[in-house]
């Protein structure tokens, strides 16, 4: 019987991990561009600050059509400093590297694999916390590239609590890791009808991998049996 607390801070792990891939294609193409920006810039101030000598080129002088100018301005190699998705890459894996240690954690490559790793032998109070600080991280991210929420709806399934169609799994990890939630549904307690496991006043309903309602769940987050329906398919995988 899996703490909710426990079942939040494995979503948030999974979710950031996704999310911080699609934050390294990013950073990519951001230092590609401005990497092409940069000798842009550097070959137009070279070429500036050339100025042709009178004769023919190629005659010891450099006149127009210079070879020696031309593979110069080939070759420029200008420092490219980081931009904004970088910084944040940066600072996401700062904040992860600090959350590690505070936990004393073995270090890793990753400090997000090594939290994720720990989560089952966390209390649930630390997991709380945990949770908190990877949705931000998370948020933060997914505000900087415009992505969707994270998980995948399941418009099929109707939640225990309030009844609305708006459960989504979060099925990006290992299938031990799976949950459904209900974003916007809290739990009552003991008295609530939501079937959670452990039930706890004021906490976001979530569902582990080996509950009833994630019998039917696969990998792509639906449900077997149901058909995808026209707001499935555009909803992101993210």
Do not use: F, K
Request: hydrophobic letters at 40%; one cysteine or more; proline letters at 8%.
């Amino acid at each position: 019987m899996t703490h909710p607390h426990t079942l939040h801070a494995r979503r948030a792990a999974g979710a950031l991990t996704n999310t911080r891939r699609h934050l390294a294609d990013a950073v990519n193409r951001e230092h590609a561009e401005r990497h092409a920006e940069a000798r842009t810039i550097a070959a137009a101030a070279a070429i500036q600050a050339w100025r042709p000598m009178i004769g023919p080129a190629g005659g010891g002088g450099y006149g127009y059509g210079d070879p020696a100018s031309r593979a110069a301005v080939d070759h420029l190699e200008p420092e490219v400093r980081d931009g904004r998705l970088a910084r944040l890459a940066s600072s996401t894996t700062a904040t992860l590297a600090w959350l590690a240690d505070r936990l004393q954690l073995p270090a890793a490559s990753d400090p997000l694999t090594a939290l994720a790793a720990a989560i089952p032998q966390l209390r649930p109070a630390t997991s709380r916390e945990l949770a908190l600080w990877l949705d931000e991280a998370d948020q933060t991210i997914r505000e900087r590239l415009a992505l969707d929420h994270a998980g995948q709806l399941l418009p099929g399934l109707r939640c225990p609590r309030c009844a609305r169609r708006q459960l989504r799994a979060h099925t990006t990890g290992p299938r031990p890791t799976w949950t459904i939630t209900c974003p916007d549904c809290l739990c009552a307690g003991d008295t609530c009808p939501c079937r959670m496991p452990v039930r706890l006043v004021d906490v976001p309903h979530i569902w582990g991998h080996d509950h009833p309602l994630a019998a039917g769940l696969n990998a792509a987050g639906a449900v077997a049996g149901d058909a995808p329906t026209r707001e499935d398919r555009s909803c992101a995988t993210t």
